[in-house]
């Protein structure tokens, strides 16, 4: 496994039935980066895994050319239109997250 220079906790998945908008899942949590080149996001695993109701997700890093050696907190996000009822959110490599549905 490479050397992260990042740390995340306090994964949180909501899944948002408020009336007088889209139905949506927002995926978040939050992560310590070493140095400020670091923007981190959360996108959809291809491929799925076997279980339906559970949908994984990989956390992905892009780096700028420069930046300081500052730690901060980045907060990656998805955000996903959809009436399908997920049980969990996996962010692979970093555990597994029981959703939240708000009505």
Not at 1 to 20: F, N, T
Not at 39 to 67: F, Y
């Amino acid at each position: 496994m490479e050397d992260r220079q990042w740390s995340c906790r306090d994964w949180q998945a909501i899944h948002d039935h408020m009336p007088g908008k889209p139905v949506t899942l927002r995926v978040t949590g939050d992560c310590e980066v070493a140095n400020t080149r670091y923007t981190l996001r959360l996108v959809r695993h291809e491929p799925q895994g076997i279980n339906p109701k559970d949908l994984l997700l990989d956390l992905l890093a892009d780096s700028e050319a420069v930046g300081n050696d500052v730690i901060t907190v980045r907060t990656p996000e998805y955000v996903e239109e959809t009436e399908f009822e997920y049980d969990t959110v996996t962010v692979i490599g970093y555990g597994t997250t029981e959703v939240q549905c708000v009505h």
